[in-house]
């Protein structure tokens, strides 16, 4: 079964850091894009961050610079280091497989980041 | 950046209906174009991609039209289980980037 499976979520004060990990299966994780979308509780969908099979990376503005996106093939893994964070940034966050023509077409069940002091 | 606008915010239909709803890009997307199905807690599902072409085990009442800034999501007959929130997304090449509609949701009446 294709699944992905977030972790690493919780509170932090605002500034400080946290880690999200992805952890992907029954699919070659290396050979797709991969992707964070997050959604702030009653709001819409935005996307966060992507990295391509070769490890280029993309951000929008609103991240660029605080996060950083990384995978480890080995480990069918995919992260998301998020630093200075704002509670502009508490959302669930999802990890996305990159799918057919721009798509996301595997999502996984999201993991709650909240900041808070 | 390229914004898309979802309409209407809400629709109302009952089971058996025919939905419509619309996603206007402000610039051509050419066919980068998906659209998605969330209820609530759950994560996102794919639907359409590529404008048209719906993903893997999607049904037939769903079905997706346009190209360019203007594109479409119609569900022939509703039933029970298509009551949930719709977005569309695209993808710019340039700059690199992703966004989504503010979503529409699809309410029984």
């Known amino acids: 079964e294709v699944q992905l499976v977030e972790s690493g979520g919780g509170l932090v004060q605002p500034g400080g850091s946290l880690r999200l990990s992805c952890a992907a299966s029954g699919f070659t994780f290396s050979s797709y894009d991969m992707h964070w979308v997050r959604q702030a509780t009653g709001k819409g969908l935005e996307w966060v961050s992507a990295i391509g099979t070769a490890g280029d990376t993309y951000y929008p503005g609103s991240v660029k610079g605080r996060f950083t996106i990384s995978r480890e093939n080995a480990k069918n893994s995919l992260y998301l280091q998020m630093n200075s964070l704002r509670a502009g940034d508490t959302a669930v966050y999802y990890c996305?497989?990159?799918?057919?023509?721009?798509?996301?077409?595997?999502w996984g069940q999201g993991t709650m980041v909240t900041v808070s002091s | 950046e390229i914004v898309l606008t979802q309409s209407p915010a809400t629709l109302s239909l009952s089971p058996g209906e025919r939905a419509t709803l619309s996603c206007r890009a402000s610039q051509s997307v050419s066919s980068y174009l998906a659209w998605y199905q969330q209820k609530p807690g759950q994560a996102p599902r794919l639907l359409i991609y590529?404008?048209?072409n719906r993903a893997t085990g999607i049904p037939a009442r769903f079905s997706g039209s346009g190209s360019g800034t203007d594109f479409t999501l119609t569900i022939s007959s509703l039933e029970p289980e298509d009551f949930a929130v719709y977005y569309c997304?695209?993808?710019?090449?340039?700059?690199?980037?992703?966004?989504f509609g503010q979503g529409t949701k699809l309410e029984i009446k």
């Open positions: 996305a497989r990159g799918g057919p023509l721009g798509a996301f077409d595997i």
């Open positions: 590529d404008a048209s």
């Open positions: 997304q695209q993808r710019s090449n340039w700059p690199p980037g992703y966004t």
